[in-house]
């Protein structure tokens, strides 16, 4: 949640006022939905007591989709920042820009598959 919180602030940097309060409020509204709901299904899942393999998969059925409506709101801020820029170029900077959007995107999409398998692998016990 730190990685998200740094990751969207260095992101805001530079957009104006408008742009900071909604990009910025939705991602803060992400963060708070993240943090509460994943203590609640803590709570409810007995984590607190005994961390049992069927409190961890409880918690695991709301932490991974919600990683990954995060690294989607992030990838969308990436390409949103990417894009504004590039279309303040030249023709041929706006392409290279585009095309350096485009590989950016594919390696956060690979680097971000590791990190589900990742995170899927500390909540779901994949042996018997």
Known sequence: MVLFVIIGSC???GTTRREKKWIGGTGGLLAVIFIVGSQIVK???GFFDSRTRESLELVGQWVLPCFFVLGLYILGMINY???KAAFQKTSWQRWG???LDILVSFLYIWAGGFVIFVI??????FAP
Not at 120 to 125: D, V
């Open 11 to 13: 992101l805001l940097i």
């Open 43 to 45: 709570l409810q899942s």
């Open 81 to 83: 920042r990417m894009f």
């Open 97 to 99: 820009m585009i095309g």
């Open 120 to 125: 899927a692998f500390m909540y779901f016990p």
